[in-house]
């Protein structure tokens, strides 16, 4: 019987390649180092020339590549096999944090081990695709009904205790997950559609729930001009340094949105309207695009996946990372209320960055652990 492998073009340069044999993909290890070299640089500018930011990002980074190395070695059976207790443990851990969590800044998100501070909630983002990739791999697709009310009931539980915290962004992205792996599994359209009215006719109670500031980011999406000394100032110093950006950008280190003080959060959060000043409309196009050539390397390795859970989280991940960027810079423009989110690789943070590079390695194992099939 003939055999062939689904490993890549030139397999058998690739199978002799120190990358492959390390389960390391090449294509998504450029575009996600490329990035991590623009996050310092820009970082350098945005934190007015702190080289021990610079530092302290470069260790995060070299601690999250680690990890993402780790987890390319694991096969795919043994992350499905582990699914249901990283999903278990992660939900304890939530409950743990909303009863003893410590608190700052007004939210209760971590736990103190000592050493560091832990946010079980950035765990989820990976074990929540994780485990409803695993209830759907042994199913008929598309799922039946029953099928998908237990999926829901799975997504809805730490998006529930998240967002109890509070933390809404990530809320948002781990429910956000859960969906396309439901999306993915071959969910009917009907079912979107009407789950879409139906959070639309609860809106009206759902406000109820919402917390005050939450309430008061909404308001200012819809006017930040009604406060624009209190809160919509953020929002409104994004727009200027966005704008005043112009095709070319004013150049590295001359922002003057960011270099005077003026952006608020230009390190984090509001990253990107630094990163649009200094370099301008062709500047963001670049930066879209490496998103865009990530995004796509992601979903063409879920295409090629070989099995059902592999196909459902490389797909989820994948796009739980293009909702990352789209809400950030959605929030940034002023084209989506402020959730708090960091545009990923290259806001400075560590969780993140950890988080995002462990669902990095993922796809990488689900890529290079690919077996000879039958021709």
């Not at 999250?64 to 694991?74: E, L, S, T």
């Not at 969590?101 to 501070?117: M, N, S, T, V, Y």
């Not at 509070?166 to 993915?184: C, E, K, M, Q, W």
């Not at 879409?196 to 939450?214: C, E, F, K, R, V």
Request: with cysteine; proline share 5%.
């Amino acid at each position: 019987m003939e055999f062939r492998s689904y490993a890549s073009p030139g397999n058998s340069q690739a199978n002799t390649s120190l990358l492959y044999r390390w389960h390391i993909d090449l294509p998504l290890l450029a575009g996600i180092t490329t990035l991590a070299c623009a996050s310092l640089l820009i970082l350098y500018s945005s934190g007015g020339q702190d080289l021990n930011l610079i530092y302290r990002q470069i260790l995060r980074f070299l601690m999250a590549f680690v990890i993402m190395f780790v987890m390319a070695q694991i096969a795919p059976h043994h992350i499905q096999r582990w699914s249901p207790w990283l999903y278990g443990i992660g939900l304890a851990l939530l409950l743990v944090v909303l009863l003893a969590g410590e608190i700052g800044k007004g939210a209760q998100r971590w736990l103190d081990l000592g050493l560091f501070r832990f946010q079980p909630s950035e765990m989820m983002k990976v074990a929540v695709p994780m485990m409803i990739a695993w209830y759907f791999t042994e199913q008929v697709l598309p799922p039946r009904t029953s099928r998908i009310a237990v999926a829901t009931l799975m997504i809805v539980a730490p998006v529930f205790l998240i967002f109890k915290q509070p933390d809404l962004g990530t809320a948002i992205l781990v429910g956000s997950a859960g969906v396309f792996v439901l999306l993915f599994a071959g969910l009917y359209w009907r079912w979107v559609i009407l789950v879409g009215i139906s959070i639309s006719g609860m809106a009206p109670i759902l406000w109820n729930y919402l917390h005050d500031y939450q309430k008061q980011r909404v308001l200012t999406f819809l006017n930040p001009e009604n406060d624009p000394l209190g809160a919509g100032y953020h929002i409104i110093q994004s727009k200027i340094a966005i704008g005043s950006g112009g095709i070319y950008g004013k150049g590295w280190l001359n922002g003057t949105q960011s270099q005077l003080d003026f952006l608020p959060e230009r390190s984090t959060d509001f990253i990107f309207a630094a990163f649009a000043e200094e370099f301008g409309f062709i500047g963001v196009v670049l930066l879209m695009s490496l998103y865009l050539f990530i995004v796509l390397r992601g979903l063409y390795i879920a295409a090629m996946a070989q099995d059902t859970f592999s196909r459902l989280l490389a797909g989820s991940l994948t796009m739980t990372f293009f909702i990352y960027v789209f809400v950030n810079i959605g929030m940034v423009t002023g084209l989506l209320p402020v959730v708090g989110l960091p545009l990923p690789l290259i806001s400075f943070g560590g969780t993140s960055v950890v988080t995002l590079l462990a669902g990095f390695g993922l796809l990488m194992g689900i890529h290079t652990h690919r077996k000879l099939l039958p021709a």
